[in-house]
């Protein structure tokens, strides 16, 4: 075993379990400072759809790294919403491309400042040096096991191999 490696046997020392406790800090400092108006997932989709307007529905999924069930019921929400607007694609009619309204821009925008004190928050208990080397290495972990997610992300997000 290498010295790096304990048993395992205190579940804090696991890098899974340390993930998903940091996920739901995040998910809890998002709604703090976002608010309720759109869920983590929500927002990611309609930001990504920010950058990727006039993408189908299975595209964006890949670029937000869901799988495409919950990215159609996330879009049909957020559809309601008035946030976006998808049209069926005349050349597939069974995929939809999709847009953002006025009313999505316009939610993305007011949300940035937010965003901004989420990033903050989540990040203050590293220096400046630790934060940036733990979203180089975050980074790395994402990009580097990429594709043992369910729901691998696409290489049209220019950050993963």
Same mark, same amino acid.
């Given at each position: 075993m290498p010295e790096t490696e304990s048993t395992l046997i205190n579940?804090?020392?696991?890098? &899974?379990?340390l993930l998903r406790r940091a996920q739901q800090i995040s998910v809890s400092i998002f709604y703090d400072e976002m608010g309720s108006e759109l869920t983590p997932i929500q927002y990611a989709v309609l930001r990504n759809l920010a950058g990727h307007p006039g993408t189908d529905q299975v595209s964006l999924a890949a670029l937000t790294g869901i799988d495409t069930s919950t990215g159609a019921t996330?879009?049909?929400?957020?559809e309601e919403k008035g946030l976006l607007e998808r049209k069926v694609i005349p050349t597939n009619r069974r995929q939809r491309a999709l847009t953002i309204t006025g009313a999505g821009?316009?939610?993305?925008a007011d949300m940035i400042p937010g965003a901004q004190r989420l990033r903050r928050r989540l990040l203050a208990p590293l220096t400046g040096p630790e934060q940036l080397q733990f979203m180089a290495l975050?980074?790395?972990?994402?990009?580097?096991?990429?594709?043992?997610?369910?729901?691998?992300?696409?290489?049209?997000? &220019?950050?993963?191999?």
């Open positions: 579940l804090y020392e696991h890098p &899974g379990h996330v879009c049909a929400r957020l821009e316009q939610q993305l975050l980074t790395k972990l994402v990009q580097e096991n990429n594709e043992q997610s369910r729901a691998p992300l696409t290489a049209a997000t &220019g950050s993963v191999k």
